[in-house]
């Protein structure tokens, strides 16, 4: 199948203006307005569907043939914080993470012709690369069975198949087997107490969602636990202590979201099944008790989402703070979730969050050094920035960037591709272009 590769242009930011060559006064608002909409005249969803396909085909294809623990190359942030353990989780890393973020778009029909070809390509590589990875006779068998790491990247795995059902549904009897078996390993390891036991919470989900015995007692300390650590304004700690960094998105969110639904809609069937439940709910007028969370996550989420959108500048660059900031774009991991469930604030448009997420994919994802060169992810923010990077980082840890394609799963009619552009919060603030407040909401 002929690929189509498309040229990125550099974004412009202000803080290069300098010198003679900078902009009059008056200039300065045309070029916050334009900046970073990509000058060739390539449809926003091939953009996004382009970077996609270059982060994607090395892992998927390398896995699908058998060979990818030998061909992907293997780069610890720091060589002595447990060289073996994460020379041997860092495949599950990548692939986990990948997975998750394509998951979605795998699960979608229709599209162009170019993206159906696409899509059925990498449906194909996509279920041979989770039978080798469950396979314990496979040379590219994952990590499933030693070191604690495993249980965040198994999460990941798990979460792929709930954003995707059509990969469940098209493994065989004995991949399906293999997984869960692989993933009931995981629960081996004891969580550290901070989001890691939203990892082991989701892969009980996981399990309940396609009718395994699974752990009722995880998934509540887990939600309990949360529900205590929030601490107002769409933030959780992760953990007993508060971070300044972009956890919320990156993981608490999402997963805390997709583990709420999951038991919201096992409540409701319980409740149709229950004539007392039911009139229990009618006569006292209570809410139940998922039900409640699942609104309280809702405002939650919408107050993250709104200030999440507010972090994107003009030209695609973000605050760069905390833990992990080499996922770069997956650092809106919960604002591309959103926007895929179709459940933004009413603040928030989807074309505007269209346009925030795809200004940050340009700007973390196009800058020389950011692959090398045989294609596979280097670790940094904007090109290749080794230092940048904590000591549990690998070059598998890297790919959770891939969970802002999430809105790839929506289709092309969708408003979040289908409306006319509009500016995100910063381009219009910095254009001079006046607007509500940033409103606290009650909590």
């Not at 900046?35 to 060739?40: Q, Y």
């Not at 293997?74 to 997975?99: M, Q, T």
């Not at 162009?112 to 080798?132: F, M, N, P, Q, W």
């Not at 399990?207 to 636990?225: C, K, N």
Request: with cysteine; charged share 25%; hydrophobic share 40%.
């Amino acid at each position: 199948m002929k690929r189509i590769t498309i040229s990125i242009v550099a974004c412009l930011t202000l803080t290069q203006c300098k010198g003679p060559s900078a902009p009059a006064p008056e200039q300065l608002a045309r070029i916050v307005q334009d900046t970073p909409v990509v000058k060739d005249s390539i449809p926003v969803r091939l953009q996004w569907l382009n970077e996609l396909d270059k982060m994607a085909r090395p892992v998927m294809t390398s896995l699908a043939k058998e060979r990818l623990h030998l061909e992907m190359p293997i780069v610890l942030a720091d060589p002595d914080h447990l060289p073996e353990e994460r020379k041997k989780a860092a495949y599950l890393e990548a692939f986990g993470r990948l997975l998750a973020g394509m998951a979605p778009w795998l699960n979608g029909e229709g599209g162009s012709a170019h993206e159906v070809a696409l899509r059925e390509e990498y449906r194909g590589l996509a279920i041979k690369a989770i039978s080798h990875s469950v396979d314990p006779a496979s040379p590219d068998y994952m990590e499933w069975e030693h070191g604690d790491q495993r249980l965040v990247d198994a999460s990941f795995f798990a979460l792929a198949f709930l954003h995707a059902p059509w990969l469940w549904e098209h493994s065989d009897s004995v991949t399906r087997a293999n997984v869960v078996t692989a993933l009931k390993r995981t629960r081996q390891v004891q969580p550290v107490f901070n989001n890691w036991i939203l990892n082991s919470a989701l892969i009980e989900i996981f399990f309940l969602h396609i009718g395994q015995e699974w752990d009722p007692m995880r998934v509540d300390l887990t939600l309990r636990e949360f529900d205590q650590w929030y601490v107002g304004d769409g933030f959780y700690t992760d953990g007993p202590r508060f971070h300044l960094d972009y956890y919320n998105s990156l993981v608490i969110h999402p997963f805390l979201n997709r583990i709420i639904d999951e038991m919201r809609a096992r409540e409701e069937q319980q409740a149709q099944a229950s004539t007392v439940l039911l009139l229990k709910k009618t006569i006292k007028r209570e809410k139940f008790r998922f039900e409640k969370m699942q609104e309280d996550m809702r405002a939650r989420n919408d107050r993250y989402a709104v200030i999440l959108e507010r972090l994107i500048q003009p030209d695609g660059s973000y605050p760069v703070i905390g833990r992990s900031v080499i996922y770069r774009a997956g650092s809106f991991h919960l604002l591309a979730d959103l926007a895929w469930r179709r459940a933004l604030p009413g603040a928030l448009s989807p074309a505007q969050v269209r346009t925030a997420l795809t200004a940050v994919i340009h700007r973390t994802l196009s800058p020389v050094g950011t692959y090398d060169d045989k294609g596979w992810l280097n670790i940094g923010v904007s090109g290749h920035q080794p230092h940048l990077a904590d000591v549990y980082i690998t070059s598998g840890s890297v790919y959770m960037c891939a969970n802002v394609f999430l809105p790839l799963g929506l289709p092309e009619s969708d408003p979040f591709w289908a409306s006319p552009a509009e500016r995100t919060s910063s381009q219009k603030i910095w254009g001079g272009e006046d607007g509500p407040y940033d409103q606290h909401p009650d909590e």
